[in-house]
């Protein structure tokens, strides 16, 4: 299958009010290309210095979204471009990004990670610290808070994963009640290539497919 007929039939597959992040870290300009020619305008990349260099020299009208660890000396090669940043996975980062928005006067769009599954390796927020954040939102003006994201357990375990799913889920629907004065808290991405299809019964807003439109990574 082309990335073209990929895309086109992710855009027929998913329900209304999901949108498709292509995920094109690892696939070279061309295949970006290849997937915008087909309709696509939502990428997340996940390495800052190849979504710099894609940023600069793929079309502008492209929506960003950088979806990977970013660390903090490496702000600069993101931040400016970036419509949305889904991975913010701690204290410090957070403030880093904060920090930057205040100085360059603008309010940089977020998602806030929570830690979900058994490995100790992922990062991420616990529940108790994004609740703790949100309570606190006032000093966090140089961010907006645009809602979850989240990556279930690596297994072939279905009821593990839809129990991820479902604590994720379940504390945005909280979220979203308790801070009524957080507006623009709507989005929640869940769901990668392997369990995209699970992650459709949790009202995902995005989800991030990367090897079942471009294959296997290049480089």
Known sequence: MSIASEIKRFNTELPQGVK????????????????????????????????????????????????????????????????????????????????????????????LELHLGAEETKQGFTSDEIEDVLSNSGKYAGVCFRGLMGMATNTDDEDVIKADFQRIADLHKKLRNEHPELTCFTELSIGMSDDYRIALNYAPTYVRIGTAIFGPRVY
């Open 20 to 111: 498709l992040v292509a995920v094109s870290k690892f696939h070279p300009a061309e295949a970006v290309l290849e997937a915008y020619n087909a309709g696509q305008r939502i990428f997340g990349e996940s390495r800052p210095q190849e979504f710099a260099a894609k940023c600069k020299a793929l079309p502008n009208d492209i929506e960003w979204h950088f979806i990977g660890h970013l660390q903090t000396n490496k702000l600069k090669m993101v931040l400016p471009y970036a419509s949305l940043v889904q991975s913010v996975d701690s204290p410090h980062l957070l403030d880093a990004i904060n920090a930057w928005g205040l100085k360059e006067g603008r309010q940089v769009n977020i998602l």
